[in-house]
């Protein structure tokens, strides 16, 4: 009985030791599933889903920080930093649908933006309230305003299906500047859909060991085996339960390993293997977890790994790093270490957040090229043409940099549209410049370069070595610069093709992104508007200053032409009386003659002067011949050269069929004498002048002659010398009146002022190129004549005659000197101190009266008045006018009326019998 009893004893004590480990075995993976993994696993879905959406308010917070500054900068307004910044959040969207979103509230609180909820915006949320009667808007700004942001639970819509209400928990943060609430929240069905999923998974593993384990013990039980046999089966029992530990640490869904106080890896799942690319049997006993982690990141990690052992408040539980594969990539890693309890093990939990980053980096990335592409843009609208060059190497240092290539420059076209220049260029450091090695390239010579971006395309290539055979000067150009690889994008005003924007780049290949090839887009039609502008403006300041030139030129002719009027008045009064006095002092040998000579010497001198003052006007009359231009200058040259000095050679290079022009002979001998001795002065010891002619066309809108030189046919004339120059300060001065770089006595400044007005007056040009001690050259287009009128070339004689004429001048002394001269010539002469004197006179004697000679310049009625008075009188009056000056065309208009002829004072008196005979035989 004894033996029986003890054998139940034991087998009751077997049953016991067997039944107690295995429950409590039992009890404890239960507890620590329940107590451990399920609420860690729980803690940390949450802890990491608040992260998340805490990091990608902040993201937008950094959206809405960045149009502020454009506002603090004074690049945008505040509407328009604020309107803008809300059209960018409202675009932004994440999570597996692409439906999760942020909205905007202020702190009053009223509805800002709200991408599925519209019509909330723009009113207030005072007494908004979720079904439980949460006013959650309020509940935000009272987050904000207490601890400047913060999480916030309450019931919301579906997503973007405003049926369904579910839970939801918020992250909002406040942005003071503009008092707003920018706020995104997890749906925490969403987050116990997930926890669902993995206690589902656990339960299912939970349910096999507990069953498995009740089977083992059941069947310990019931064959009652020996201490031994029972101890084995415990150990047995024991392995099965840490496998199935191991099938739980499996299905957590994240990297996981066991770490042991020396940092050795004892124990990793799946999860871990994927991440790593190692297997267990690489990593685990043999590996420690700094060996998978940045080195910059591991002292720190060990620290951590020690203070989490000793005093562990001091160690944070989760922090981001970087992973280490076995191929040497490197993973963004959001890292999650807790102790396990009553041990000195730890378990490292690993979620890989790479595709997050480069979402998040992405995402910068655009903010960064927008960024860039507003400060670009805002900087040429604050421009001055001034400061064009400037902005531009700004522009292409900025984008140098961003892209991060080795130099990028512009290439303009020519006027001509034949070459291209590189005008502006940016070289990051160590990279030589081009700049100076790439001027005026033929366009012919780069033919497929410019064939593509004449068709709005752009030239890309990563490899230059790999450009089509079409390019291959292109290529050879690139290669022996040393390009690996090119990017140009085309420059357009409107249709037309202006140049380029090229990046290089040299030290290695660069492959670029579409963005950021649309980002040079965007920035080369931004440039070209302001080169466009910039070139506009130049054209609208050049015609302004020609204009100005013109519009001055014409006042000072204006004063020329008065000066000469009064002066002429004055020389014919000197030149009158003195040829009274030669009719009795005519002896030279005598004292008397030679004084009367030297006076009519020096007044035809003055006269002179003075019609250069007149031609410079363009106040004199003009009187038209068909010219042969070849002839004219050789005359003008054989009468030149007696004053040149020997060493200064003439050379022609004239073409034998010029074509004729209509012009005054005197005028023009005028200008080639006048600019063949300034040829002169300018080369004091020796030189060479060549003068060249050619017949030219010019068409409307040729850029490189002035706006004023009407489209036709021109003969083209160029006294060239090789004297020493006109400095380019002084250029635009020289056809100003008095204005001369001669030595006192050597010059009036009045030879190109005239030259300047007898062009003007033909309808022509004159253009002058010169540097100093390069020579200076004089262009002349002359229009071509289109009728050959006859040349007249009558002697001159003195004639008297017996008829009567009325003398009308406003001078008494030129009335009464001209009465005197015509009354030694034999005519009977009458007088008249104004126009309408003169009409009342020629009224009286109209049938006594053979011819008038008339004063065009008189006040109160002037000359062609009165002769259009007399005209009524007698339709067939005979007049000769006379006038200091011709204003503004009176004389021709007068001529046009009938009048016979004109006389320019001051005159000669051979020259007034002259004109006399001439009318009245007429």
């Known amino acids: 009985m004894l033996l029986i009893r003890d054998n139940i004893i034991n087998s009751k004590l077997s049953y016991i030791r067997i039944f107690i480990p295995v429950t409590l075995t039992v009890l404890l993976f239960i507890a620590a599933r329940f107590m ?483 980002l040079l887009k965007a920035i080369s039609e931004i440039i070209a508007k302001a080169i466009q502008q910039k070139k506009t403006e130049e054209e609208k300041l050049k015609l302004e200053a020609q204009l100005f030139h013109a519009q001055k030129m014409e006042s000072i002719g204006r004063l020329a032409g008065g000066i000469a009027h009064d002066f002429n008045n004055i020389l014919t009064s000197t030149m009158g009386y003195a040829e009274l006095l030669k009719m009795k002092f005519d002896d030279l040998s005598t004292i008397e003659g030679q004084a009367v000579d030297v006076i009519l010497s020096g007044s035809q001198k003055a006269g002179h002067l003075t019609k250069q003052l007149l031609s410079f006007s363009r106040n004199d009359l003009y009187r038209p011949a068909s010219l042969d231009i070849n002839n004219l200058l050789k005359d003008c040259v054989k009468v030149s050269e007696k004053i040149f000095d020997k060493s200064i050679e003439i050379n022609f290079i004239l073409d034998p069929k010029l074509k004729r022009v209509m012009a005054d002979q005197n005028q023009i001998d005028q200008v080639f004498t006048n600019l063949l001795i300034n040829a002169r002065d300018a080369m004091p010891d020796k030189g060479e002048i060549t003068i060249s002619t050619e017949n030219f066309e010019t068409d409307f809108g040729d850029s490189e002659l002035p706006a004023d030189l009407k489209s036709g046919n021109y003969v083209k004339i160029i006294i060239k010398d090789s004297g020493i120059g006109i400095p380019e300060n002084i250029q635009e001065k020289i056809f100003e009146p008095f204005f001369t770089t001669k030595a006192v006595g050597k010059g009036t400044g009045l030879g190109l002022s005239m030259v300047y007005g007898i062009i003007k007056k033909h309808n022509g040009l004159i253009m002058v190129e010169s540097k100093p001690s390069s020579g200076t050259a004089f262009t002349i287009y002359l229009p071509v004549s289109k009728k050959n009128p006859p040349v007249s070339n009558e002697k001159q004689t003195l004639y008297k005659g017996n008829s009567t004429l009325l003398v009308v001048d406003d001078e008494a002394n030129q009335r009464s000197l001209s009465k005197s001269l015509l009354t030694q010539l034999g005519y009977k002469v009458l007088t008249a101190g104004n126009g309408r004197e003169a009409t009342e006179v020629y009224k009286g004697n109209k049938n006594n009266i053979d011819l008038i000679i008339l004063d065009l310049i008189m006040p109160d009625m002037s000359g062609k008045e009165a002769f259009e008075e007399m005209k009524r009188i007698n339709p067939n009056v005979k007049v000769i006018l006379m006038s200091g000056y011709s204003q503004n065309g009176k004389a021709e208009e007068a001529i046009n009326l009938g009048a016979i002829d004109f006389l320019q004072k001051p005159f000669r008196l051979h020259e007034i019998s002259k004109a006399i005979r001439k009318a009245l035989s007429n």
């Not at 451990?36 to 937008?60: G, H, N, R, T």
């Not at 007494?127 to 009667?133: M, Q, S, V």
């Not at 992973?323 to 009553?342: A, G």
Request: charged residues 30%; contains cysteine.
């Open 36 to 518: 451990i993994f399920i609420p860690a696993v729980e803690k940390d879905l949450i802890e990491q889903k608040k992260l998340m959406i805490s990091e990608l308010v902040y993201s937008v917070y950094n959206v809405v920080e960045y149009f502020h500054d454009l506002e603090l900068q004074g690049l945008l307004s505040t509407c328009d930093a604020k309107e803008q910044a809300l059209e960018q959040v409202r675009k932004i969207r994440y999570g597996p649908e692409n439906k999760d979103y942020f909205w905007i509230n202020d702190l009053y609180p009223n509805m800002i933006m709200h991408p599925y909820t519209p019509y909330l915006e723009n009113t207030s949320l005072v007494d908004y309230k979720d079904p439980n009667g949460k006013k959650l808007f309020v509940e935000f700004v009272r987050k904000v305003e207490a601890e400047g942001e913060g999480y916030v639970d309450y019931i919301w819509q579906w997503k973007d299906n405003s049926e369904k209400l579910v839970p939801k928990l918020s992250f909002v943060k406040g942005f003071k500047p503009w008092e707003w609430i920018i706020g995104t929240g997890i749906y925490l069905e969403d987050v116990d859909k997930e926890i669902d999923n993995i206690i589902k998974k656990q339960n299912y593993s939970a349910l096999v060991i507990v069953l498995f384990m009740s089977i083992i013990s059941l069947f310990v039980i019931k064959q009652n085996l020996g201490l031994e046999r029972k101890h084995q089966a415990a150990n047995e029992q024991l392995a099965v339960s840490e496998n199935k530990y191991k099938t739980i640490f499996e299905n957590t869904g994240s990297a996981m390993a066991l770490i042991e106080n020396d940092m050795t890896i004892s124990l990793i799942n799946s999860e871990f293997e994927i991440l790593s690319g190692l297997s267990k049997e690489d990593i685990e006993n043999k590996l420690s977890f700094p060996d998978f982690f940045e080195q910059e990141y591991v002292e720190e990690m060990i620290d951590f790994h020690r203070l989490r052992r000793t005093d562990p408040g001091l160690a944070p539980e989760k922090y981001e790093s970087l992973f280490i594969d076995k191929d040497s990539n490197l993973k963004n890693v959001w890292l999650t270490v807790e102790m396990i309890p009553n041990t000195d093990k730890s378990i490292l939990s690993i979620l890989d957040i790479t595709q997050r980053k480069k979402s998040e980096k992405a995402l910068q990335y655009r903010l960064d090229i927008e960024k860039l592409l507003t400060n670009i843009s805002t900087y040429f609208v604050t421009l001055s043409d001034e400061e064009l060059d400037s902005g531009l190497n700004y522009a292409l240092r900025s984008i140098g940099r961003f892209t991060k290539v080795d130099r990028s420059y512009i290439f303009l076209t020519s006027e001509n549209g034949k070459n291209v220049n590189n005008t502006h260029e940016w070289c990051t450091k160590g990279i030589e410049s081009q700049r100076n090695n790439l001027k005026n390239i033929s366009i012919d010579s780069i033919p497929w370069w410019f064939k593509n971006l004449e068709n709005h395309g752009i030239i890309y290539a990563p490899v230059v070595h790999n450009l089509p055979l079409d390019a291959k000067k292109e290529k050879n150009m690139l290669l022996d610069k040393g390009i690996k690889s090119v990017l140009a994008v085309p420059l357009f005003n409107g249709n037309e093709l202006m140049g380029f924007m090229g990046f290089d780049s040299v030290k290695e290949y660069k492959y670029w992104k579409n963005e950021d090839i649309d």
